[in-house]
Every structure is written in structure tokens, then in C-alpha cells.
């Protein structure tokens, strides 16, 4: 029986084929999204994982977490410096860091940072060492430079017409391994190199009035490029390369964009961020955050799973069409086979194995086109945002394998059992 | 080697006021060698369906050997007609895609009888209906020889009865002689009855016995030494 399935195939093998293909490429659609929209899932809620609680200033929570864990570049409104030096004595955080964004080189976002953040949200160095100066700069592990390289940080980023700091530069003293969230993508120096790039804080060790320095933070907004009074030249601060960094974060810090915060219990973190949910601080888990983004993905991957299931209808509803015309137009060889003496369940095992191995092999060929298809929007992504996405199988995907089979074995069974309710005399007779 | 005995046998299509087929009472005794003629309309197609179990009796009896073919399902009848009827059809009905000796074999391998004994008789068959390559596919033959093949097919299983239906009509002259030549020797040799429906007067000659058909009747029956009188 198999022998004369594969004869018969071989014959018709062009027909087959686009069988297969129609098959293959519909299930590579529903395939294709399912996964990508589950390694999108998947692949934020992982650059989300090291960071437990995030406070910014009062404004929208989602710009807060896109900025400050998927460093997306927007204009943030700044907290307080002493909402930081707060945070940094309470005995119930284990680490907080501040992350100051707004400048960019060669189109990777420069974020200052302390030392405590980088230490404790990557798994280490791959070369080189620390930043211990201001100075100093530390790659993420997908930043295309090498270190000893020099970086001379550009306002905003080129897209949106920034100028570059070319008094400044930062020399790179390490790499990063690779954590698979967008701080791969991030060249990452001190925060107070950033504050003094900008013209802040470095009154605090000059000696200057510190209020001078707060009145410009609170006007100032890192990523916005143009609004701030650069061009009077007054906060073009310099930073000093060979200062050692200070990271005890006393009073009289200058505001910045967003503070990451580690509780030492989950206790504490509900703690804290009831505590700063109140006035001008907005204290936020990214993981309720997500949550709300996520319900907004589903909704468009309802929206287009929908799509291919409709897509999926059709090609179904074509394959009938095609196999019951195909039956047809083979009354009389089927009708041979019976009067032959083949048996009435082989003519239906016949019909049945051969349409249902081309659906099969089409639904096999469509699962490895769509995984191909979200392995590369997976790299494409990737390579945009610093987030890996993690593309793969789980069981849903094996109930769906099985449903698209279950369906092919009843599409499969129609010509099948026209084929076995013919009547050998009335089919050779046609 | 089965005889057929029919009784009462009418059959009628939806549709049609009159039976296309009566036949009241005929005997065939095994082993004979039988002609079935009479124009297109006669009946005669569908006596060979009725008698070879392709078509549901819907009236009367009609008993090959001991079995009423009239009594079983569907499927015992097609599992009859596997094991007792060798079929050969004007048209061949081979597989296009499969050798000549996978065409022999396609139906007992299909009703998975087809064991070492059978693929070693489907073997010597070809040699018997005198074809060389048994590797050679159908769709390269020539119509003699696909009917050949049928013809081996056909004996595959040592049928008691050989039923040709026009067996001779698509082939030219030649090739129509020696098919002729073929059926009665080996229906000579197995014993097997042979019944063949067939407008070739001179196939027709060769066989023992003539029915003629008209109108959905038996209108004349004639042994051949009543011809040659």
C-alpha cells in the first residue's frame, strides 16, 4: 500500500507540492506569531528580572520602565537628588542606583550608573575591568568597540539632531558579558561623569551653592536635547577623567531620571513602593507594568492569530475542493482497485494516508518555517534593541501540532469516504 | 472451476420504468467456456457486474459453486470476487508509477495476501502470459502487452472463473489473437470457467458456448457444435 502511495505521489508530485506549500506557509503564519509574540513576552520579562522596583518622578509608569529598563530614549521628568540619598540609607534596600540617560555615541545609549548596579545586574566582566574613574567607561557585551577606545558622548543621539560633547571623552576600561536585556546595547560610565558632563553636581564637590545645582535638575531633562539653556554655555560642565568616582550618594545630589532599587524582601519592596507612590515619586514594580503591556500584546496577537486561523480555514477549504475534484476525477481507478479485489478499507486507507501525509508533512514543514521566521524577527529585534528573545517550543505549541493534525485526519477522512462509498460497477462505468 | 446458477435475477435502475436485466433461470457448468454478445443497451455489461460481484443483486439468486452472491455485504463480496474472480476489462486499469509485476501483485498486496508463495506465482504468471521485464513500468508497454499484465493479474490468485469483458476490443488484430489465444489456454490449463463478453466473432468462435443478449434478455443460447452444423 505504501508502495503504490509513494508511486502514485511521485506522479503527481507538482500538485503535491503546492499542497504541501499552501499548508506549510499557513501554518508558518500562526506559527510565526505565536512564538514571536512569546519570545517578546518572555525576552522583556527577562531584561525586567534584575530589576525589582524602579522610582522616577511622578509621570507615566510605562515611560518609566520603557526609559529606565529598555532604555528607550524619551524625555523623563527628573526626582530629586534627595529622594536617591533617601533610598541609599534606608536599611531596607540592599542596593539602589541611580540611571542618567540623554547622551548616546555612534547610536549606543551612554547610561551613568554606579558600580553597585553594573556589579549586580550582569554576570561580569568579559574583559577589562570596572570603571573606578570618571573618565572611564564599561561596555555592554553587544556595543561594537573595543576597549581602550575612546567615546566622545553626543546630546541626544543623531536621529534627533543632538551635538556632540567634544571636550569630553571616556575611555572604555572593560566589557561586559552578555545579559540579553537592552543593557547589552548601553556604553555604561558613572553617573557623576554624566552629572558633570551636564554641568551638575559638580558644584557639590566645588563648594558651590547647592541649590543652584537643584533648581537646574529640576528643569533639566536629560533625553529631551534642546530645551534646556545649553547654548549659554554655563552648565557645559568638564568632567575631570582622573577623579576617582564617589559613590556614598550624601545630600546634595543633583536630580536624576530614574532610581533602581533592590529590596531586601518582597516586604520591602511593597513597602517602598507604597511609600513612594505618594507626591512627586512614582514607585513602580516593571513587572505590573509588563503586565498591562502584555494585555495590549495579546490583543494583538488575538487580532492576528485570528488572521491566520482564517488563513488556515481557507487553504482547509481549498484542499477540500482540490481533493474531492481529485477523487472525482478518479472514480474509475478507484473503482478498478475495488473490482480488483482491493478491499473497501484499503481504497480509504489509500485516499486517506495520501492526503493526510501531504497535510502532515505540510504542518511539520510550516512549524520550522515559523520558528525560522521568528528566529530571525527574534535577531532582527535583537540587534535593535539588546533584548534576546528566547524563541522555542512548549507544550501549547504541541496541542496546536495536534490539533492541525486531528484536523487534517477529518479533512483527510472526506475524500477518503467518498472514495470508500463508491460503488465499483457505477464507478467504472462513469 | 465454480458453476453459476441464476434464478429470477432482475435488475432495474432508479429511473427506469422496465428492468435493464431479467434473466429467469441460467446454468453455466464449471470449467465451460462461455460468450457473451449483443449489442451496447443489451444488458450485458450488467450481467457481467452482476455475475462478477462488482453490482448489488437487488432480486433472485445467483450461486457460484455453493455461494449465493446475492446473500453477502458489500465487503464479503468484494472479498469473494478478490479470491474467485479473475477480472480482465477492455480497458487495463494498471497503475501508472508501479512495474508490471507491482501491477500483478497491487491487488492481493492490497488485501495483504500477498505472501512469498503469491509474489513467486505473480513471477512465473509473467513469464506464462509471455512478458520479459517484470521491472519495466506500465505506462512504457504497449497495449498488448499492458493486457498481458491485466491478464496476469487477473490469474494471480488461481481464480475459479475468468471474466473478460471486451478484452480483445482495444487492441489491434494481432495483439487481440493472441490475448484470445492466451485466456483460453490458461482457463484451458487451470480449468478455471471462462466467461467473455465480446463483440470479436472471431474470439467468440474459439468459445464453447454463445449467450446472446437484447434488450436485457438471454435471446439465444448455442453451443458452438450446433454453429459449426
Given amino acids: 500500500m505504501i508502495g503504490f502511495i509513494l508511486a502514485d505521489l511521485r506522479r503527481l508530485w507538482l500538485g503535491g507540492a503546492v499542497v504541501v506549500l499552501l499548508v506549510a506557509l499557513a501554518t508558518a503564519l500562526g506559527v510565526a506569531v505565536t512564538l514571536q509574540e512569546r519570545s517578546l513576552r518572555l525576552g522583556s520579562a527577562r531584561a525586567a528580572d534584575k530589576f525589582d522596583l524602579v522610582i522616577g518622578a511622578a509621570g507615566s509608569e510605562t515611560q518609566l520602565i520603557l526609559s529606565s529598563i529598555f532604555l528607550q530614549a524619551a524625555p523623563l521628568p527628573l526626582v530629586d537628588g534627595a529622594v536617591l540619598t533617601r533610598l541609599a540609607a534606608d536599611p531596607r534596600v540592599a542596593w539602589a542606583a541611580p540611571v542618567g540617560f540623554g547622551d548616546s555615541f555612534a547610536g549606543y545609549p551612554i547610561v551613568g550608573t554606579t558600580t553597585s548596579l553594573v556589579s549586580n545586574t550582569t554576570p561580569g566582566f568579559a574583559e577589562g575591568k570596572m570603571f573606578a574613574l570618571e573618565g572611564e567607561a564599561v561596555l555592554g557585551a553587544a556595543v561594537n568597540l573595543s576597549v581602550g577606545a575612546e567615546i566622545k558622548p553626543m546630546h541626544g543621539s543623531a536621529e534627533t539632531g543632538g551635538h556632540t560633547h567634544t571636550e569630553i571623552a571616556y575611555t572604555v576600561v572593560g566589557r561586559l558579558q552578555p545579559t540579553g536585556t537592552p543593557w547589552d546595547r548601553a556604553i555604561l560610565v558613572p553617573i557623576q561623569a554624566v552629572w558633570h558632563v551636564h554641568g551638575l553636581g559638580a558644584d557639590h564637590e566645588e563648594g558651590h551653592g547647592e541649590g543652584d545645582a537643584d533648581a537646574h535638575a529640576g528643569e533639566h531633562q536629560h533625553a529631551d536635547g534642546h530645551d534646556h539653556a545649553h547654548e549659554d554655555g554655563e552648565h557645559h560642565g568638564g568632567i575631570d577623567p582622573d577623579a576617582p568616582i564617589v559613590e556614598n550618594f550624601g545630600d546634595g545630589l543633583p536630580g536624576v531620571p530614574a532610581i533602581l532599587v533592590k529590596p531586601k524582601t518582597i516586604a520591602d519592596a511593597y513597602r517602598l513602593r507604597q511609600e513612594y507612590r505618594s507626591g512627586n515619586t512614582l514607585g513602580v514594580f516593571p513587572g505590573e507594568v509588563l503586565t498591562g503591556l502584555y494585555a495590549t500584546l495579546g490583543d494583538a496577537k488575538t487580532v492576528l492569530s485570528a488572521v491566520a486561523a482564517g488563513s488556515q480555514g481557507l487553504v482547509a477549504a481549498a484542499l477540500m475542493l482540490v481533493t474531492v475534484i481529485h477523487v472525482g476525477q478518479r472514480r474509475r481507478q478507484i473503482g478498478a482497485l475495488r473490482a480488483f479485489g482491493a478491499p473497501r478499507a484499503s481504497v480509504f486507507a489509500i485516499v486517506w494516508l495520501e492526503l493526510f501525509f501531504l497535510v502532515a508533512l505540510g504542518v511539520g514543514i510550516g512549524f520550522l518555517l515559523g520558528l525560522g521566521a521568528a528566529h530571525i524577527g527574534a535577531r532582527l529585534f ?6 534576546i528573545l528566547p524563541v522555542g517550543f512548549t507544550g501549547e505549541d504541541l496541542r496546536l501540532a495536534l490539533f492541525l493534525m486531528g484536523f487534517a485526519a477529518i479533512l483527510a477522512a472526506i475524500p477518503a469516504l467518498l472514495a470508500y462509498r463508491q460503488s465499483p460497477a457505477a464507478a467504472l462505468r462513469a | 472451476m465454480l458453476s453459476l446458477k441464476i434464478d429470477r435475477l432482475a435488475v432495474s435502475f432508479p429511473g427506469l420504468a422496465a428492468p435493464v436485466l431479467v434473466v429467469d433461470h441460467l446454468d453455466i457448468a464449471a470449467g465451460s467456456r462461455v460468450a457473451l454478445t449483443g449489442g451496447s443497451g443489451s444488458g450485458k455489461s450488467t450481467l457481467i457486474n452482476i455475475i462478477a460481484g462488482l453490482e448489488r ?17 458489500e465487503g ?33 498486496r492490497l488485501s495483504r495476501v500477498a505472501d512469498a508463495d503469491l509474489m513467486k506465482r505473480a513471477e512465473s504468471l509473467f513469464a506464462t502470459v509471455g ?51 492466451l485466456l483460453l489456454s490458461v482457463a484451458d490449463s487451470t480449468g478455471s470457467t471462462l466467461i467473455v463478453a465480446s463483440h470479436d466473432q472471431h474470439l467468440i468462435g474459439r468459445l464453447d458456448r454463445r449467450l446472446t443478449l437484447s434488450g436485457g434478455r438471454i435471446v439465444a443460447d448455442s453451443e458452438r457444435k450446433e454453429i459449426a452444423a
Fill in chain 1, 382 to 387: 535583537t540587534a535593535k534593541s539588546g533584548v
Fill in chain 2, 57 to 73: 443483486v437487488q432480486a433472485g439468486s445467483v450461486v457460484w459453486g455453493e455461494q449465493d452472491i446475492a446473500d453477502v455485504s
Fill in chain 2, 76 to 108: 464479503r463480496r468484494d472479498r469473494w470476487r478478490a479470491a474467485n474472480i479473475g477480472l480482465v476489462m477492455q480497458e487495463f486499469h494498471l497503475f501508472p508509477g508501479l512495474s508490471a509485476l507491482d501491477n500483478i501483485l497491487l491487488p492481493a
Fill in chain 2, 131 to 181: 512478458l520479459k521485464r517484470p521491472g519495466q513500468h506500465v505506462e512504457t508497454m504497449s497495449r498488448g502487452e499492458m493486457q498481458r499484465v491485466a491478464i496476469a493479474r487477473a490469474l494471480l490468485r488461481s481464480p475459479g472463473v475468468i471474466i473478460a469483458d471486451e478484452p480483445t476490443a482495444s487492441l489491434d488484430l494481432e495483439s487481440g489473437e493472441a490475448v484470445g489465444d
